[in-house]
């Protein structure tokens, strides 16, 4: 009956084919034109996770790990699949009770949702990580332990100058230069940690993870192919001696100073002491930020690097340098003496002089070892009022100026931890501004005795030793000798030798014989080492400050500065302890025990008395000791070292 | 009927069992490549039913034992029930509005023992064997309206019982017996009067009515000018036009405004405008976009079986069901796709042949009804994943993981091969 239908057959066979057509056209576009899906695929399930290499490790000059990696664990949990367990127990090993335990699965729950990790407990102590470790069958599979790498200082010493790490800021994050970083990172951000930054971080790996639609990973993504490894930081090697900072570390305690101390026959530095100073593990694991608030805060600024950061007035430390120039510029021989009668008088206002018998500054080593004021303040003014420069406005103080730049003074030197002072040496242009154009030699003579506009860091101070023990030449102060398996000669510039000044051997000789003799029979007695014969200097420096809102005289600054053993020396050494007096009484006996200890490995039983009455001497403003945390900080890092090791 | 047991498959078509038994294979193995995680233990979780692809098999397993008893039965047996069975089907229509259960959203589910069964599934099957019985009645006389409309109703009637169970998508699919009306006499105007609809509809969902009536008004008053002489001759040729212009114009300015804010749903709205590139809310378009996304990605080639990363890690949402086809595009490529589209093109023309090779109208008109049936799955189902029409909730035949599904499918395939079996009777 139908059959008078049957071309529709075909009607209804070409709307079977038109929307086939359709389709196919339609896939022809979305498979084979458009190639945007394919990169949304990866985008939706390719995963690229960042490897973090393990970070470089630091070693001092006897091969002692110094700044290490640690292996903490975190405790972490997947809300989802927690299972019945037995929380109580959980809550007992964590010391947490079972309102808290809910409210960190709720903030699990809320940060990162159900089905994906978060952290539940971090860093865990060692003896909680060791009992969870027994019984974490039973927290299976919501619970995990999950390793994590921290910056440990086993030493728990030279905080400044290791430095620590801490996350990328958001305005570093903007800079080109750290465009490799991405939010959430660490980098160093003080000391050797920051300045190595690109050796110690190693090369960041990348992993391609297959990720599902919630983001959990599921694997790798073609069987790794494309992954990158992570290679581990390279390794430095310092100059430090960890021991002797730590010596260096406890003698400085309860007082305001630094203590700067370098091997001149390399530039390397063997201990770099900032009192009062801190437990750089306070700066590591989770308390670092609260720790970093409480530190920045102190009323001692114990994260204020003083040996390099802070500037003093070297006082007679000065001496030496002095002599260098005049007899540099031949306006002395060594053989020049001064008629010193107790006070110099070249100028309208005289200087006292702590000496006054005849013949006590008859010769250059005579002055040298008593310090004689009158001497070097003429000697200041014959070499910046010398006629071949036209007299001290006409070259003379640039000339002396220069000197000083050439010696390290008044500008940073280039040690390898951030935040060096430049201190100041005083230029023609400076007085013209501070004198408004009115000034001569008599208007400066102070910087003859180290006193004045002139301040310099103790580091310029003590590589300032190291010129005089080299004879006149110096390598920049450094604390990194060696990275392993460096290609790229960022320690050149410390491998390179600087000559200053071309003084005859005779010269250096007198110098050195004079400072020899400041401990031998002089002011800095009190630093003699038993068959080392040492050249030193003190100095005390006065010190001025705005009390009130006027210029008022503050206890001295006792100096001292060194070298030993004076023939050819080992070590070379600048101490400053803030507000304290004589240089001799204060500063001398520090270096002169860093010195033995640093020479002969331990102290002697005759000096050990000496030692004991160094570390309990208190020089620290007790007003400001009451308003300071900083020793209970200290207490509660050792606590925590304790604890976990 | 004594057939001897050298006999037993006897006339069977075996294109289309082959095509049959391929499709749902490859329905299985999508389901499994969905599924499946590198650690899986497959041998324990087919034996536990734990898994989609677990239950898709025993799923085969029951389809593969009803084929067999619908091959034994009589073809009579389907003529002589075709009434009784249209009825009980309603009536099961009518118990799950009752008691149905929901799920995701519909009502349109009966749980027995322990498994979930879908009856608007099943009344498709009903549907068509009534159809098939009453437009080969004797007394039915197809050039008359009253059997048109009597036709359309047996259609619809099921489709209204299942919009009112929330389910849109299936009811959808009874309109794919007006194809089966169309080849036993159903005018083509209407086919045109329909795509003509469509055209109207769309065009007043995507420009603006005003616009829109001011377009008709300028085509209309062309007409009117070029047809000028017709009209002098015929004054009734202006009233139809006028006519036409006042409906379309009615139709754009009030109707498809009110069908969206009072008749349709909110989420049909959405996944309509999302569809038309109307509205780019993420939420909305995230299934079509994952949908897209894992097809696209496959590329010419395909990334290989089981390699696919957007299906095998749950960005597509409903993958083992309504979006199985995203597995082929994405594991399979474009040359997969094209072969996996092909096989129901091969089916649905072998059927048609089929269809045409009966001497009775009954077993034409169902035969006919399996293949719009199968055709309006596939075009709707695949236009979806592809973004070419609104996330319509309706399985692709024989592969989407369901067992109403494809014990349904089962059941049409084979009711036609047993009736195509015995062409040489009359069946009314």
């Given amino acids: 009956m139908s059959v008078f239908n049957q071309p529709r057959k075909r009607v209804i066979q070409a709307i079977i084919l038109g929307m086939v057509v359709l389709i196919i056209t339609r896939l022809f576009f979305l498979q084979i034109v458009e190639k945007k899906y394919a990169k949304l695929a990866d985008a939706n399930a390719v995963l690229r996770k960042v490897v973090y290499p393990s970070r470089g490790i630091i070693y001092d000059r006897k091969n002692k790990a110094i700044l290490s990696n640690d292996v903490l664990y975190d405790l972490v949990v997947t809300p989802a699949s927690v299972k019945a367990i037995d929380t109580a127990y959980l809550c007992k090993i964590l010391n947490i009770d079972k309102e808290e335990f809910r409210k960190r699965i709720v903030n699990a729950i809320v940060r ?61 994050l903007k800079d080109s230069a750290y465009a490799s970083y991405n939010s959430g990172d660490y980098l160093g951000l003080a000391g050797l940690e920051r300045t190595y930054e690109a050796v110690l971080m190693g090369t960041r790996g990348i992993q391609y993870l297959v990720k599902d639609n919630l983001n959990r990973p599921q694997g790798a993504y073609e069987n790794g192919e494309f992954d990158s490894a992570a290679i581990a930081g390279k390794n430095l090697r310092l100059s430090l001696d960890i021991e002797l900072q730590q010596f260096g570390e406890k003698l400085m305690k309860g007082k305001m100073g630094s203590i700067v101390a370098i091997d001149p026959q390399t530039g390397g530095i063997l201990a770099m002491v900032s009192a009062p100073t801190f437990d750089p593990n306070l700066l590591t694991g989770s308390y670092r930020s609260t720790n970093s608030v409480l530190l920045n805060r102190d009323t001692t600024k114990p994260t204020f690097n003083r040996a390099i950061q802070a500037t003093y007035p070297p006082g007679s430390t000065f001496k030496p340098m002095i002599a260098l120039v ?175 000044a071309h003084i005859s051997d005779t010269a250096y000789s007198a110098v050195i014989h004079g400072m020899t003799d400041v401990v031998a029979s002089g002011t800095g007695r009190v630093a003699q080492i038993e068959g080392i014969s040492i050249g030193g200097k003190t100095g005390t420096a006065e010190n001025y400050g705005i009390v009130d809102g006027k210029r008022t005289k503050l206890k001295n600054h006792a100096v001292f500065v060194a070298f030993a053993p004076a023939e050819s020396a080992r070590i070379a050494i600048a101490v400053i302890v803030e507000n304290s007096g004589f240089g001799a009484r204060y500063a001398a006996p520090i270096a002169s025990l860093m010195m033995e200890k640093y020479l002969k490995d331990s102290i002697s039983t005759k000096r050990q008395a000496l030692m004991k009455t160094v570390m309990e001497t208190v020089t620290l403003d007790p007003a400001m000791v009451a308003k300071s945390k900083l020793d209970s900080l200290n207490a509660s890092a050792l606590f925590k070292k304790n604890g976990t090791k | 009927m004594n057939r001897s047991q050298a006999k037993l498959t006897q006339g ?121 019985k009453y437009l080969s009645s004797q007394e039915t006389d197809f050039t008359k309206l009253r059997s048109r409309l009597i036709a359309a109703a047996i259609a619809l009637i099921p489709a209204a019982i299942i919009i009112l169970q929330d389910e849109t998508g ?8 007006f194809l089966v009306m169309f080849r036993e006499g159903l005018p083509g105007i209407l086919l045109v009067i329909a795509f003509s609809g469509i055209v109207l509809v769309l065009s007043a969902l995507l420009v603006d009515k005003y616009v829109l009536f001011s377009i008709f008004s300028v085509i209309t008053a062309l007409v009117i000018y070029f047809m000028r002489r017709e009209i002098k001759r015929k004054r009734s040729r202006l009233l139809v036009i006028l006519g036409v212009y006042a409906f379309c114009s009615i139709f754009v300015m009030f109707v498809v405004p009110f069908a969206f804010t009072k008749v349709l749903k909110d989420y049909q709205v959405r996944r309509i405008e999302v569809m038309l590139g109307k509205e780019n809310d993420p939420k909305a378009t995230y299934n079509t976009r994952q949908s897209m996304i894992a097809i696209g990605s496959g590329g010419f080639w395909g990334k290989g079986y089981l390699k696919g990363t957007q299906t095998r890690f749950d960005f597509v949402p409903e993958q083992s069901t309504d979006f199985i086809f995203c597995t082929i595009g994405e594991d399979f490529g474009f040359i997969g796709s094209v072969i996996f589209i092909g096989l129901y093109v091969a089916l649905l023309f072998r059927i048609i042949f089929v269809a045409e090779r009966q001497r009775s109208t009954y077993s034409r008109v169902y035969a006919y009804g399996v293949a719009s049936i199968i055709f309006f799955h596939l075009a709707i189902n695949v236009s979806m994943t592809i973004g070419l029409a609104p996330v319509i909730g309706i399985p692709l035949p024989l592969v989407s993981y369901g067992g109403s599904s494809l014990m349904t499918f089962t059941m049409l395939i084979f009711i036609m091969l047993r009736l195509d079996a015995d062409r040489q009777m009359v069946l009314r």
Wanted: net charge neutral.
């Fill in chain 1, 112 to 172: 990162n949702g159900r089905v994906r990790q978060s952290v539940f407990a971090a860093l865990l102590p060692a003896e909680v990580f060791g009992q969870l470790q027994e019984s974490m069958y039973l927290f299976q599979p919501g619970f995990e332990l999950v390793p994590r790498q921290i910056r440990s200082y086993p030493f728990s010493a030279a905080a400044n100058i290791l430095g620590y790490i801490g996350e990328i800021s958001p305005e570093r």
């Fill in chain 2, 170 to 177: 299936l009811a959808l699919v009874y309109f794919a017996f």
């Fill in chain 1, 326 to 500: 005049g007899l540099d510029e031949g306006v002395i021989t060594p053989s020049f003496g001064y008629p010193c009668g107790g006070a110099y008088y070249g100028c309208s206002r005289p200087i006292k002089c702590e000496h006054h018998d005849a013949g006590h500054a008859a010769n250059l080593r005579l002055a040298l070892s008593h310090s004689c004021n009158s001497y070097f303040s003429h000697v200041y003014r014959l070499c910046v009022d010398a006629g071949k420069f036209g007299g001290i406005r006409s070259g003379g103080l640039q000339k002396w100026s220069d000197y000083m730049n050439s010696f390290g003074f008044g500008h940073r030197i280039g040690v390898d931890v951030p935040s060096e002072a430049r201190g100041i040496v005083p230029t023609p242009a400076f007085y013209d501004k501070m004198y408004k154009g009115s000034w001569n030699s008599c208007t400066s003579v102070f910087l003859g005795i180290g006193q004045g506009e002139l301040t310099l860091t103790p580091l310029q101070m003590a590589n300032a030793m190291c010129i005089v023990a080299n004879r006149g030449s110096y390598y920049i102060p450094h604390f990194v000798q060696s990275i392993d398996g460096d290609d790229a000669h960022l320690l050149d510039k410390y491998k390179e030798k600087h000559v200053v």
């Fill in chain 2, 12 to 132: 069977i078509d075996w294109p289309i069992v082959g095509l049959y038994l391929a499709l749902v294979i490859i329905g299985i193995m999508s389901i499994f490549a969905a599924e499946y995680r590198g650690d899986d233990n497959v041998w324990q979780n087919i034996i536990h039913l734990n898994k989609n692809y677990s239950r898709q098999i025993m799923w085969f397993g029951v389809s593969l034992v009803l084929a067999s008893i619908i091959w034994l039965t009589d073809s009579k047996f389907f003529t002589a029930t075709s009434n009784l069975l249209y009825a009980g089907g309603l009536l099961l229509l009518l118990l799950v509005l009752g008691i149905g259960k929901d799920v995701k959203g519909s009502h349109s589910w009966l749980v027995i023992g322990g498994f979930q069964f879908q009856p608007a599934e099943l009344t498709k099957l009903c549907t068509n064997l009534a159809l098939a």
